[in-house]
């Protein structure tokens, strides 16, 4: 039986809540299919390590989550620890440690989630967006010089390597090749002399090896507004950092809200743990009331059981999420339900429990 080594950071916040959700899930997966199991090793870390130890995580961390083939992340985040340390020494960090240069995140709107945009079709929102995860906007190059001066300079660099660029766009090549889709790339050449010229000039060269796949490019200004007007148009995408961060924000209020909303980041050669994710945050507001959406953790337990090559599961899962919208009893306050997570959370596995055993 394949064993699947699991190192689980719930985090701050909601994160706990609905990562418990996430792994029934998993182990529904696991206990349908008696070819696999999951073990789970849980990790405290988080902003009340921080409080307590004056850091994210412990100084070895990476090379203990490296054991692992996956790592699942709840969410991270609380106010009492700034922000651009909770991101950065925790998340950042194990993304940039193991090469996640790949986030992955569906924007699709499925049957009987809400969407803002009035009487969308569902067919109509279905995207892949390949956001650049390694460096970018978001490399942490830059310089605070005299701080506090009334001539203070602050400079935030962005880093575009050849080998990064090329490596997303390839793998955008490859995804719509492979899913016989159209491939959107977004940059900004026009105001970004240097950073977006050269990824602009990158997405050519790629395409030139892919006379098959269907093209286009487009300013993140206007993509903002075709993703809203058009949203059609866009199939899998690929884009930066930055751009990609902002744009599935977008994505994810016009496919069903926050709470619906799942990222992967993926290291594709599997030299190291990739790690799934919802892509909200740890929601301080709502905190502890077990009022919690689980969809979007649910939705990242589904990528990874695709990862590993679960494909049925992950299915199931997604259908399961589907169902339950259409359903509409068993729903969260965001989704103007009265439902608890932990009852969404079994509702899940019920309905693809019933999947799997009739019709898959
Ligand atoms: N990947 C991450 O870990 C991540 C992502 C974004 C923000 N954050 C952090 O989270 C903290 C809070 O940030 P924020 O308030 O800007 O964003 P947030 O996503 O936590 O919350 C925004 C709003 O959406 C609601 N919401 C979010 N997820 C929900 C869910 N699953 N179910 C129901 N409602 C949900 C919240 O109640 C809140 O009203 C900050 O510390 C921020 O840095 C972490």
């Known amino acids: 039986m394949k064993k699947f080594n699991i190192a689980v950071i719930p985090g701050d916040g909601i994160g706990p809540e609905v990562i418990d959700e996430g792994i029934k899930v998993l182990n529904k997966a696991a206990e349908m299919d008696t070819s696999f199991q999951f073990s789970f090793t849980y990790f405290p ?6 409080l307590k130890n004056g850091k994210m995580m412990d100084p070895d961390a990476i090379q203990q989550l490296q054991e692992f083939d996956a790592i699942y992340l709840g969410a991270i985040g ?32 499925l049957k009987g989630a809400p969407s803002p945009l009035i009487s969308i079709a569902n067919e109509n929102i279905d995207m892949l967006f390949i956001r650049e995860n390694s460096e970018g906007e978001y490399a942490g190059e830059g310089n605070w010089l005299y701080k506090g001066k009334s001539h203070e300079v602050v400079l935030q660099n962005s880093v575009f390597s050849r080998k990064g660029t090329e490596r997303i766009i390839r793998m955008a090549f490859e995804t719509a090749k492979k899913e016989g889709r159209s491939l959107t790339s977004i940059s900004k050449a026009n105001a970004l002399n240097y950073s977006m010229v050269f990824w602009d000039e990158i997405f050519e060269e790629v395409k030139s090896e892919y006379p098959e796949v269907e093209t286009s490019s487009l300013l993140v200004d206007a993509a903002a507004m075709l993703m809203v007007k058009d949203p ?6 690929v884009t930066s950092n930055l751009f990609g961060d902002i744009l599935t924000d977008l994505g994810a209020a016009i496919a069903g809200g926050i709470g619906l ?32 959406n689980p969809l979007a953790s649910i939705w990242s337990a589904s990528q990874m059981l695709d990862f590993f090559g679960y ?16 359903e509409g009893q068993i729903l969260t306050p965001d989704m103007n339900g009265t439902s608890s997570t932990s009852e969404v959370g079994d509702r899940i596995v019920s309905i693809m429990e019933r999947m799997i055993s009739h019709s898959y």
């Not at 609380?78 to 193991?98: E, Q, T």
């Not at 992950?314 to 589907?322: K, L, P």
């Open 311 to 326: 494909k049925k599961y992950a299915q199931a899962a997604i259908d399961a999420i589907e169902t339950l919208l259409l």
């Open 78 to 109: 609380f106010p009492g620890v700034p922000d651009h340390i909770s991101l950065r020494d925790l998340l950042l960090n194990i993304r940039k440690n193991f090469d996640q240069y790949v986030n992955l995140r569906p924007v699709k709107l």
């Open 232 to 237: 059609k148009r866009f199939e899998v995408v």
């Open 261 to 292: 909303a799942a990222g992967a980041n993926i290291n594709p050669e599997r030299k190291y743990p990739s790690m799934f994710e919802p892509v909200h945050g740890s929601a301080p507001d709502i905190a502890g009331k077990d009022i919690s």
């Open 45 to 50: 870390w988080g902003c009340e390590f921080y």
